[in-house]
């Protein structure tokens, strides 16, 4: 990497969509990043070493701003150009050759190419509704530039290709017809990058990275310092109000504000409003020049582009708007049903083409869609993640029923049976057959032979209320039924006597009767009696329990006996439960594995064969948008999934920033829980060869979550306890601070707004790259404290959820005399503001934030309750040598900075896994992978040494709780040298 500063204007004016980690480059000591939404002048671009345009939308450059890209590129400059085709033809519904990004290539030689100009396997992606080249077709040519990437760890999807000229390096093709996809080039002094795909400047920094270091090497800005280059040069939003919807636009978008705020009007009235608490719904959009659409669950923000056609814009905001509705405890029975979340979007979407009368385009859309099904009779209760059968299904679910079919399925189960969840919880019942309970309760028929017509597994439920006499007496006798059925698998029948279990539970049946059953002679009440008991440690289970495990009857219920047995703590059934989990379903073969595992056995899920000697249980891995996915698989079917975020910049106090990877989703589908799945998915994502080449990881979780001990066993800690602090507004006289004026914000004051957040954030650990944007929600309020016409501090909400709550989003003042007075004053002129829009109460959910001190007393002195959400931030190191030398910058200004820069030496730290040499000499720091003969060994677990990095325990509080030497002596020097090193953070200040 360059050592220079590199200055780059990431081209937004135009279409932005596309460009997200282009701007998220910055923080940093190396990439300084301007997010340009304004038109291009050279007083602006000759400041600058790259340009970066991304996007496909028809919105045109001006003759003089061509011009001027022209010579920034002769002069010298870097020029990023991204686009797709695919995208362009699908959306935009025009001429690839006339698209404004070909007027620009054009001008180097190069052009963007359509869809019917490839000659290779074109494959459409049914989520996204796109054609083009898959990844799976494409190859990756060697290139100085690309410092040994590899395509399988880059995000690139619906690919066409490009003309590049005779001078031009093709780096990506397709790897059959040589087609170029991506490539160099070279004009006058500076430098061209062209890529028909979009994929990474929206998720992917490592390329984005690659691609800037390349076309930077002239570093030809004007600018020597990072000071004189704003973060944003950013064109006033207005907004527009009707009904419950805010449009956000600016100059460029200003044409598409009336057609965008009629059809969002006629989505909520004539959908959304339906549905139980659509009428309370409401909905920010902010219109950009893009011809893409997407939600920011950050700020609650839609954003769609108009640059789509009107089709295409009806479908974006059915997809965007009716896709967030809160359908309670239902949701969940949805989704797992197998209607996913991008079916339901899709669903919306397309329901909204033909509200609006685009009922052609609709049936394309979804025609397409289904003739792209390779099994038409898919079982949709196998799938765990998007299939189309289940678009399918609504579909016709909607033609036969009528349009408001799904608005009864909601309302069936939360008006007239709102507390179901207490009862209907899945287990024999899936959420598939609770999902046609309430679908046939709402449209009034029995919907169990049809959905068993069209091939799907279910286990009917009576068509009748669940508070009935008549529901209540039948459920049992289903159950009682499949206990007993021999034809039915082991784990089904399992499932079937947790689930009358739980009915006993619910319904509080009398200790009495259960003692009844458990001298029955059906075997089958006296099964279930024995298991009801051992669920609650009670020890008269176990005699019956081993009586029915060893008789050989009925072999499913006697592994069903010896697992029970297992479970309570009964050593001898281990045997006996390897014996006959053996001859059973895979389903209760993993329930057996993790059993014994629980119960010191040593035996992997790996060791699980079917009868042909193969695994029962297989890893999917996948890489897209730079994220690692990992399914496990079983006979075909994916059953949980892990993911992680490869390109997550983690940052490390004095804004210092890593190499880290971040656990964004762990999940096990309902049905295939506590056997042992995520455990297994996390020891092979941990040991994948990309996680190695991150120093360390984070991920976010519950105290009370059972994952959160998996996660420790795995060497994360707890770095942060999650808090949220409450206010209720109130009316409050003006505080006023001698010398400081509080005003609300103005474009142009997100430069210094961004600087002084950063200065709270610069001791902190894992704290998100921050930039202050300048445009703004309608309901939020941003203001500003002033000294000496100079920013000292601001305050910035938003809406939240619910109407009368404001979020708290940032609160932070520099470090000044009087500084919890100062952000009083800041926080009441935003009360009083926040109550003038209708808020009654704010939140501040931040627990980063309230890490501060200072945050923390200002919120308590105006009255904010602390309330302890029982979440967690954890941090884990993957290596500890290539840690300490992306920090060692961080280190050594620490030695420089203290009575200790003089000291010359080696310190040793030793732990069971993790162990490194940190050698200072002059104030530098340099870091060995191996430990050498040291002036100083640090010995401890490898938490405690973990949490010495992170922060959150120092050498000296660690050696005083025993749990860390220090050798070969500890005196004050010794003390305050390695205090130095590794103080605790965030600082109380």
């Not at 006058?188 to 490592?206: A, C, H, M, Q, T």
């Not at 209320?465 to 007993?484: C, G, N, Q, R, Y």
């Not at 445009?775 to 404290?785: L, T, Y």
């Not at 009654?840 to 200072?854: N, P, S, V």
Request: charged letters at 30%.
């Amino acid at each position: 990497m360059a050592c220079e500063k590199i200055h780059i204007l990431v081209e937004q004016s135009r279409d932005s969509g596309w460009s997200k980690a282009l701007v998220d480059l910055e923080p940093d000591d190396i990439y300084i990043t301007t997010d340009n939404r304004d038109y291009l002048k050279w007083s602006v671009l000759k400041n600058y070493d790259v340009v970066t345009i991304c996007g496909y939308s028809p919105l045109e450059y001006r003759n003089d701003e061509i011009y001027l890209i022209k010579k920034f590129v002769e002069n010298g400059g870097g020029l990023l150009l991204a686009s797709s085709s695919s995208r362009y033809q699908k959306y935009v519904d025009d001429n690839v050759y006339v698209m404004r990004m070909n007027k620009i290539a054009r001008i180097f030689g190069a052009e963007f190419l359509p869809l019917e100009s490839c000659s290779g396997e074109i494959v459409f992606d049914g989520s996204n509704l796109l054609d083009g080249y898959h990844k799976k077709s494409l190859r990756m040519l060697s290139h100085p530039a690309l410092k040994g990437l590899d395509l399988e760890y880059i995000p690139v999807a619906n690919c066409c290709i490009i003309s590049v000229p005779d001078n031009g390096e093709v780096f990506l093709e397709n790897a059959d017809t040589k087609e170029p996809v991506g490539a160099f080039l070279k004009y006058g002094k500076g430098r061209i990058v062209i890529i028909n795909d979009l994929e990474f400047s929206y998720y992917n920094l490592r390329l984005c990275k690659t691609f800037i270091d390349w076309l930077s090497c002239n570093h030809i800005s004007r600018i020597k310092s990072n000071e004189n280059v704003p973060d944003e040069i950013s064109l006033e939003y207005r907004s527009k109000e009707d009904n419950g919807i805010f449009i956000n636009y600016n100059d460029f978008t200003n044409d598409r504000v009336d057609k965008c705020l009629e059809f969002a009007k006629t989505i909520k009235t004539d959908i959304i409003n339906k549905f139980p608490k659509g009428e309370d719904a409401s909905y920010t959009i902010e219109i950009n020049n893009s011809a893409i659409h997407r939600f920011n669950w950050g700020d609650s923000i839609i954003s769609i582009g108009v640059s789509m056609n009107d089709a295409k814009l009806a479908y974006a905001l059915g997809v965007e708007m009716a896709s967030q509705m809160d359908f309670g405890s239902l949701g969940q029975i949805i989704w797992y049903a197998g209607f996913s979340f991008d079916v339901i979007r899709q669903f919306f979407g397309l329901s909204a083409m033909k509200l609006l009368g685009y009922e052609k385009e609709a049936e394309e859309i979804y025609q397409k869609i289904f003739d792209h099904i390779e099994d038409k009779d898919f079982d949709i209760t196998k799938t765990y993640i998007y299939h189309p059968k289940s678009l399918w299904i609504l579909n016709k679910i909607i033609k036969k029923y009528g349009d408001d079919s799904l608005v009864k399925l909601v309302k069936a189960a939360t008006e007239k049976d709102k507390d179901f969840e207490k009862i209907l919880k899945p287990g024999y019942f899936s959420e598939m057959d609770i999902f046609i309970y309430f679908l046939s309760r709402g449209l009034e028929t029995d919907l169990y032979p049809w959905f068993k017509e069209i091939g799907t597994t279910m286990h009917p439920l009576p068509i009748k209320p669940f508070d009935s006499d008549e529901f209540k007496s039948e459920v049992p006798k289903i159950l009682e039924k499949a206990i007993a059925d021999r034809n039915q698998s082991a784990s089904e029948r399992n499932k079937a006597i947790c689930s009358l279990i739980r009915w006993y539970i619910d319904i509080k049946k009398p200790q009495k009767e259960i003692m009844t059953d458990l001298k029955s002679e059906n075997r089958y009440k006296r099964t279930t009696a024995a298991m009801y008991l051992s669920t609650v440690s009670d020890s008269r289970a176990v005699s019956v329990l081993e009586d029915i495990a060893c008789n050989d009857e009925d072999l499913a219920l006697s592994a069903i006996a010896s697992l029970a047995l297992v479970r309570h703590g009964i050593n001898s059934a281990k045997e006996l439960l390897l014996d006959t989990a053996r001859e059973q379903d895979y389903l209760f073969q993993l329930d057996a594995v993790y059993a014994l595992q629980k119960a010191g056995c040593k035996i992997s899920l790996d060791e699980l064969k079917d009868k042909n000697g193969k695994n029962i249980l297989s890893m999917d891995i996948e890489y897209e948008e730079d994220h690692l996915r990992m399914f496990p698989t079983i006979q075909g079917r994916r059953v949980a999934n892990i993911y992680m975020d490869m390109d997550s910049i983690s940052h490390f106090p004095g804004n210092i920033h890593v190499n880290g990877a971040y656990v964004q989703w762990v999940h096990t589908h309902p049905a295939y829980r506590r056997k042992g799945l995520s455990r297994w998915t996390m020891k092979q994502m941990m040991e994948h060869p990309l996680i190695k080449n991150c120093s360390c990881a984070y991920l976010h979780t519950g105290t009370r979550n059972n994952a959160h001990a998996m996660y420790r066993s795995f060497g994360f800690i707890d770095v942060g306890q999650s808090f949220h602090m409450t206010g209720k507004l109130k009316r409050e006289t003006a505080k006023v601070v001698e010398g400081i004026n509080i005003r609300d914000f103005s474009p142009g004051d997100e430069v210094k707004m961004t600087e002084i957040a950063r200065e709270t954030y610069s001791d902190m650990l894992d704290v998100e790259a921050i930039k202050i944007k300048s445009h703004k929600n309608p309901g939020s309020v941003i203001k500003v404290a002033e000294k000496d016409s100079g920013i000292i501090g601001f305050t910035k909400t938003g809406q939240g959820h619910d109407k009368k709550e404001a979020i708290l989003w940032d609160l932070h003042v520099k470090e000044t005399d009087n500084r919890k007075g100062i952000g009083m004053a800041l926080l009441c002129a935003t009360h009083n503001n926040l109550l003038d829009k209708g808020f009654t109460k704010i939140l501040m959910f931040r627990g980063d934030l309230a890490e501060k001190k200072y945050i923390r007393d200002i919120l308590l002195g105006y009255g904010y309750q602390l309330e302890r959400s029982g979440g967690v931030k954890m941090f884990k190191m993957i290596n500890l040598p290539m840690l300490l030398k992306e920090i060692s910058s961080l280190l050594s200004k620490r030695i420089k900075d203290s009575d200790y820069k003089l000291w010359s030496g080696k310190i040793n730290i030793i732990g069971k896994k993790y162990r490194a040499c940190i050698d200072i000499s002059e104030s530098e720091v340099k870091i060995s992978d191996k430990t050498e003969k040291a002036n100083i060994n640090l010995s401890a677990h490898d938490d405690i040494i973990t949490s010495m990095i992170a922060g959150r325990i120092t050498p000296y509080e660690a050696y005083l709780q025993i749990k860390m030497t220090i050798k070969p002596m500890v005196n004050e020097y010794v003390i305050g040298l390695l205090e130095t090193l590794f103080p605790r953070m965030p600082k109380e200040r």
